[in-house]
């Protein structure tokens, strides 16, 4: 398993954190899909995002929404449509974390779309993440976009369809694949990865013991977005920031919690894992 970097101009337990520096968090997870003539059905994606609520929650981050199945809607993540609706917009809370299908080319070039794809009341939404994402901006809270699905974060198709969402965000996290080679319906990479952010530590007979390490955003990403995929699927985050150092800086070392200040620049880093 190789990791690949890049860089572009354009018995007590403890938490890794306090609540001083607690982000607040929002899920969206869709399972059904049949009622939209379309699958299959996702029954793991329900409970993943519980597992990734558990370990945000118990490290004390607010949470602001929580939206399962027809409540989940494309607009959702639709800069200026939906993406700052109170009750569930995904550029409202400062975390969000979608888990459902996404699109899978059989061989992505680089100007094909990446999507999120939603099921509500019998409808299907697709949202054009290069197009119609912006995160970040106009009043948005978004510091980490992070998306378990299918294919939303192609590596050939990076520059189109992920530069143009960061306009204020940090770091994104998503999988690069095609239909032949996917991610799997699966309950223990969300939860493993969440797990990662916020750490975990034991103290026995007076010595701490890191029972669950701290990692940022990225390298909790690298160690658990293979969980559960298919092979030639990799795991990929990006970055972006004012200068190369800084860019890769951040892609590597920033954690949730505490959070680096707001990105600013026409540089991004991305690094990638592959199965």
């Known amino acids: 398993m190789r990791i690949r970097a890049w860089l572009f101009a354009a018995c007590a337990l403890s938490f890794g954190l306090g609540t001083a520096h607690a982000q607040n968090y929002s899920?969206?997870?869709v399972d059904i899909y049949n009622t939209c003539n379309t699958g299959p059905d996702?029954?793991?994606?329900?409970?993943?995002?519980?597992?990734?609520?558990?370990?945000?929650?118990?490290?004390?981050?607010?949470?602001?929404?929580?939206?399962?199945?027809?409540?989940?809607?494309?607009?959702?993540?639709?800069?200026?449509?939906?993406?700052?609706?109170?009750?569930?917009g995904s550029d409202v809370a400062n975390i969000y974390f979608f888990t459902g299908h996404g699109?899978?080319?059989?061989?992505?070039?680089?100007?094909?779309p990446d999507f999120l794809v939603t099921c509500s009341g019998g409808t299907l939404g697709s949202t054009n993440i290069g197009t119609k994402s912006r995160w970040g901006n106009a009043g948005g809270h978004s510091r980490f976009m992070l998306l378990d699905a299918s294919c939303p974060m192609d590596l050939v198709s990076l520059s189109n369809n992920w530069f143009p969402p960061f306009r204020g965000l940090h770091v994104a996290t998503g999988h690069s694949g095609n239909r032949t080679h996917d991610?799997?319906?699966?309950?223990?990479?969300?939860?493993?990865?969440?797990?990662?952010?916020?750490?975990?530590?034991?103290?026995?007979?007076?010595?701490?013991?890191?029972?669950?390490?701290?990692?940022?955003v990225t390298w909790a990403?690298?160690?658990?977005?293979?969980?559960?995929?298919?092979?030639?699927?990799?795991?990929?985050?990006?970055?972006?920031?004012?200068?190369?150092?800084?860019?890769?800086?951040?892609?590597?070392?920033e954690f949730i919690s505490p959070?680096?200040?707001?990105?600013?620049?026409?540089?991004?880093?991305?690094?990638?894992v592959c199965s």
């Open 221 to 253: 990403w690298m160690n658990t977005g293979l969980i559960d995929v298919q092979s030639q699927v990799c795991a990929v985050s990006i970055a972006n920031d004012t200068t190369a150092a800084t860019a890769s800086n951040r892609r590597d070392n």
């Open 42 to 88: 996702l029954p793991q994606t329900i409970p993943e995002a519980a597992n990734v609520r558990h370990w945000w929650d118990l490290a004390k981050f607010p949470q602001v929404s929580r939206w399962e199945n027809s409540d989940v809607w494309n607009t959702d993540f639709t800069d200026g449509s939906g993406d700052l609706e109170p009750q569930g």
């Open 183 to 216: 991610t799997l319906d699966s309950s223990s990479r969300g939860d493993q990865f969440a797990a990662r952010t916020v750490g975990v530590t034991t103290t026995f007979l007076g010595i701490v013991i890191s029972t669950i390490p701290k990692q940022s």
């Open 259 to 272: 959070s680096f200040g707001p990105p600013s620049g026409n540089w991004y880093a991305w690094r990638w």
């Open 103 to 112: 699109t899978c080319q059989s061989a992505p070039q680089a100007t094909d």
């Open 27 to 29: 899920t969206g997870a």
